[in-house]
Each structure stands twice: as C-alpha cells, then as structure tokens.
T-cell receptor, first 116, second 115 residues
Framework: GAVVSQHPSRVICKSGTSVKIECRSL??????MFWYRQFPKKSLMLMAT?????????EQGVEKDKFLINHASLTLSTLTVTSAHPEDSSFYIC????????????FGPGTRLLVL | RKEVEQDPGPFNVPEGATVAFNCTYS??????FFWYRQDCRKEPKLLMS???SGNEDGRFTAQLNRASQYISLLIRDSKLSDSATYLC????????????????FGRGTQLTVWP
C-alpha cells in the first residue's frame, strides 16, 4: 500500500507554545490529505480536509485559527497547533487519498501530542 | 444520528473461534465501504474494502447489504494477532456538499483473542 509518514511521532510542549506536525506521502502524490484527532478509547474525528494549493476545509467545531493547515505541495501537508493547551493533548493522525484509488485512504503513523 | 454505528464490544474469543462484527450506516447514497484495523496506540490500517457482492481475503469475509445499510466482517479461525480494534468506514457517495474522499468512521469494535 501507499506510504505516509508523519513527523514528529511524539511531542511534549508547554502551554502556549505552537507545535507543527508534518504529513508526507512518500511514494505517491496526494492532492487531498486529511487530519484527524483521536482521544483515548474514542473514535477518529476528522478535523479538516487539506487540498493542495487551496485553503483547508474544517469540520464543524474545529477552530481554523487554532489549527493551521498548509498543503503547499502534492506530498506535504502541515498542521500547526497554535497556543497549545492541555486539552489539545491527543493523537493526531493524517491520511492521504491516493489519486487513482478513489476514496481509499492511507494513514500516517500518528503524532502523540502532550501539552503540559 | 451518527453516520456509522457499530457495537464497541469488547469481543473476547478463544483462538480458532469465528467472530462477526456488524455495523450500520445512515447515508443511503454511500458508495464505498471499508474495514480498517487499528492496534493500540497505532494508526488505522486498511484491512479490506467491502464490495456489493461480498468479498473474501483469506480468513476475512466482508459483506454489504445495501437494502438494510448494513456491513459485516467475519473472521474465521481467529489468531492471537487478530486482537485489535476494527473500524467500519463509509464513504460519502453522491451527497450534495460532501467532501470528496471524506470517510466516516465508526467508533470501532474491540476484539481480544485469547490463547
């Protein structure tokens, strides 16, 4: 299957700081990438859809000014959690849709964020 | 109402058992369906797509009932390594305003296979 990487795999930061998470498609071009968040023992929640070269589409209840998404190339999307708060501590996972395979998505390994 | 509903379990079965998971989806226009597997503290991994005619991949069989908007996954001859959370997933299909490629995930069904 297609390979998606994420960096960093885990990060610990202080309240008020910003954290950037990178999502890369390694062996294919991804015009669309998705950012999810998952709290312990809860289901994946879609935060936003990131389209290369255009603004991200955010799900209801997700603050676009707090979760900045940039998708500057066909292989890279970034999520920046600004002014992080302890309640932002979660497992953040990106996925990419392989252009030719319709709605199948491949997930990155996720980033565990802990805000102190 | 949630887009995809599935029983969270947990299901605890012995090695070698057959276990079945079910889920329902609310959008009758959904066109694509999947089962993903998620291990503890890991990302979801595609297990198999689900086709209208039903499909099988080794010990795994997926079925789709469009009339009932119901999807199932059958695991035969369970292995210890099958222990994971199984996520039922539906694509949006032809729905006005839907985001192309957006998937709707169930909360997952937890399976533990014991020796």
């Amino acid at each position: 299957g297609a390979v998606v990487s994420q960096h960093p795999s885990r990060v610990i930061c202080k309240s008020g700081t910003s954290v950037k998470i990178e999502c890369r498609s390694l062996d294919f071009q991804a015009t669309t990438m998705f950012w999810y968040r998952q709290f312990p023992k809860k289901s994946l929640m879609l935060m936003a859809t990131s389209n290369e070269g255009s603004k991200a589409t955010y799900e209801q209840g997700v603050e676009k000014d707090k979760f900045l998404i940039n998708h500057a190339s066909l292989t890279l999307s970034t999520l920046t959690v600004t002014s992080a708060h302890p309640e932002d501590s979660s497992f953040y996972i990106c996925s990419a849709r392989v252009l030719a395979l319709q709605e199948t998505q491949y997930f990155g390994p996720g980033t565990r964020l802990l805000v102190l | 109402r949630k887009e995809v509903e599935q029983d969270p379990g947990p299901f605890n079965v012995p090695e070698g058992a057959t276990v079945a998971f079910n889920c329902t989806y609310s959008n009758s226009a959904s066109q694509s369906f999947f089962w993903y597997r998620q291990d503890c503290r890991k990302e979801p991994k595609l297990l198999m797509s689900v086709y209208s005619s039903g499909n099988e991949d080794g010990r795994f069989t997926a079925q789709l009932n469009r009339a009932s908007q119901y999807i199932s996954l059958l695991i035969r001859d369970s292995k210890l390594s099958d222990s994971a959370t199984y996520l039922c997933v539906a694509g949006p299909g032809r729905r006005r305003g839907s985001t192309l490629g957006r998937l709707y995930f169930g909360r997952g069904t937890q399976l533990t296979v014991w020796p």
